[in-house]
């Protein structure tokens, strides 16, 4: 009799683990749902760790408000299929209540508006533990990530002060008023993503597979044609065959020329590709600690 | 500068990942002894570097003049880290081969951070140990080598690095191995490998060198991709720690009552007759399920729900075991403890603790000796166990726990300390039976 394990199921039952454990541990968990496959499969394995009862926790999206239709529409078909609850925290209303202040000139953005929605958001609904669908092989600040990443009071990470992970003890304890960010997927990598994506049939928005789109170049980023990108009189709009390899706020989410349509035809792309997922992201091009600074002011 | 060429480029066979093993691994060394280089030169000599890190680390290498492409920098974390030229905290790092994917967790080597050697070691397969040719075996060679033997890492491939400066001389590899052979018979682990290296050139890390026609053995990443680890699980005790019912509460799944947990050990198949502890009661596994699958067996590390034929008042912190198979239920434990607090282990001082899916109390009854991390001495007299020492002590829990001797089992024989004003994880404690 074998009793191995493919790594794809050895990462499936660590991270079912890891959600069993949240809802044991907290009293209102949440999971941060950005529309992304990262987030989808991160919804998918709740569903599973729970089934038949419901996912036990809502789905929170901190909304842009700049986003690609496409993520919307399968998001709320989403949360219709499994029966789950939706939270949503806007980033316009917090511009509106003057907690924040819109970025101005032609790369403006509302990524770092959004840490104070989420946070907004968190403090809101109490949440304890809000689970992400973050990876540690994204970016390098994300290398250093626990499982349960303590957050203080005002939603800090201290990096140099992470409480040790030792075996599959997962310590939840806390004070009054600080909470958790869990990434259940720490382990995972993106062809690890796609590939069980693959095996599992799980369904995707449309925008990660080729289609035909307008876009246009800005450093080296090919950007969608959108009335929340402001465009400069040089740059100019093409039509093209692109996919998405990760999906976020449409400001500063990247094309990438590709053919590929179906999700064999992306694991082979992501297997043989030459640039990191997050080389298309303008967000993180900002500065090369930017996902770190990020981060420590509580950013997922 | 090196060829780009080396990047991710050949075809790849988009069935063959449903074969794939995990093997996760812990490298450890001194300062200076070519870590970063090593993982850096298995992430590239295993295409595993993308254009743009490999464009990132060509800049800074060109930054700082050096004359060639610093594979160090790949590991390079933190900003603090990157200011300080050392690294802080545990990363972890991904590769993979058409044979296996790998979790590498990076530990900092300076004697401070034994606790993040301790948490990095705590889920390995196999530790890689680097040795400085120049320097043959030193004091934190033994260190990190206790350390692992301590935490069961099942195998250890000692690396003796940087050959290409001692003129790849067989004769001082023989004399390194000959002292750790003989320092090892200390050591619980038993699978140790010698692989003489030069990380910086990377002879026998994922090539065989041309230069050691000497070393008869296999390269690093040969052996990291066909060590035998399904033989580093115990797949005959049955441990089913309960950690969480699923109740659904609906209509269609009235009754249903679901027990929800990761098989810590051994198989477990519809049908078995299991004991549910602490209560003793013993039933029978109606079915072992997931997301609503039913398994024919299912074993160690799957995580399963399962139901029972009895309605038996089951709550977390359970377990299901076999019946004349059972883990030792006791208020009294002795343990090795490695202490992580800033504030030393405190005699009769009480601590929250976690074991499985259960959580207790304890207080410190006995601290029986210190260990020498370095020697393995006994130190008795006047003990005192500070951050990053490792003791044998006796606690006294608030509930019994059920547990097996931290060597047969690494999940129900291990457990944490906090400390309750807090909340911190200040000690990892492996039982001894």
Known sequence: ???????????????????????????????????????????????????????????????????????????????????????????????????????KGINASRIRLQTTTLLDTIEKNKFDACIGGARRDEEKA????????????????????????????????????????????????????????????????????????????RDGVWLAESPFIPMKPSEEVKEEIVRFRTIGDITSTGATFSTASTLDDIIQEVATTRTTERGGRADDKRSETSMEDRKKVGYF | MSEVQNSKSE??????????????????????????????RLLYDSKSIFEDQM???????????????????????????????????????????????????????????????????????????????????????KRHSIIASLLGIPHIALCINKMD?????????????????????????????????????????????????WYEGVTLLYLLENIHISGDINHIDLRFPVQYVIRPYSDEFHDYRGYAGRIASGVIRPGDKVTVLPSGFTTTVKSVELDGKTFEQAFAPLSVTVLLEDDIDISRGDMLVREGNVPRQSQDIEAMVCWMGEKPLQLNGKYALKHTSKDARAVVKEIKYKLDINTLHRLTENVSIEMNDVGRIKLRTTAPLLVDSYTRNRDTGSFILIDEATNVTIAACMIID
């Open chain 2, 165 to 213: 400066l001692v003129n790849y001389d067989e004769s001082i590899y023989n004399k390194i191995v000959d002292e750790y052979r003989q320092f090892a018979t200390r050591l619980k682990t038993k699978d140790i490998h010698f692989i003489p290296i030069s990380a910086l050139v990377g002879d026998n890390v994922v090539h065989r060198s041309e230069k050691m026609k």
């Open chain 1, 142 to 217: 994300r290398a250093k990530e626990r499982f349960f990443s303590h957050r203080d009071e005002f939603g800090q990470w201290d990096p140099k002060n992470q409480r040790p992970e030792i075996w599959n003890l997962f310590n939840g304890r806390m004070h009054m008023g600080e909470n958790f960010r869990i990434f259940p997927i720490s382990n995972w990598t993106e062809l690890d993503v796609w590939q069980y994506l693959a095996m599992e049939k799980i369904e995707l928005p449309s925008l990660y597979f080729s289609h035909k789109r307008r876009v246009f170049n």
């Open chain 2, 11 to 40: 075809v790849f066979d988009s069935k063959s990942y449903l074969n794939m093993e995990l093997l996760r691994f812990t490298t450890a060394g001194s300062v200076d002894d070519g870590k970063s280089t090593l993982i850096g």
């Open chain 1, 1 to 103: 009799m074998s009793y191995t394990l493919n790594h794809l199921r050895t990462l499936e039952s660590e991270s079912i683990f890891i959600m069993r454990e949240v809802a044991a541990q907290f009293q209102h968990p949440a999971i941060l749902f950005s529309g992304g496959k990262d987030s989808i499969l991160v919804t998918y394995l709740a569903k599973k760790a729970f089934y038949p009862a419901a996912i036990p926790f809502p789905l929170v999206h901190v909304d842009t408000g700049h986003n690609f239709k496409e993520t919307i529409d399968f998001r709320d078909r989403l949360v219709k299929k499994l029966n789950a609850k939706l939270i949503i925290g806007s980033v316009q209303e917090s511009i509106d209540t003057g907690r924040v202040a819109e970025e």
């Open chain 2, 55 to 141: 464009e990132n680390i060509e800049a800074t290498s060109t930054r700082r003049g050096e004359t060639s492409v610093n594979l160090a920098l790949l590991t390079d974390g933190l900003k603090a880290e990157r200011e300080q030229g050392i690294t802080i905290d545990v990363a972890y790092r991904y590769f993979s081969t058409p044979k296996r994917k790998f979790i590498i967790a990076d530990t900092p080597g300076h004697i401070q951070y034994t606790r993040n050697m301790v948490t990095g070691a705590s889920t390995a397969n196999l530790a890689i140990i680097l040795v400085d040719a120049r320097q043959g075996i030193v004091e934190q060679t």
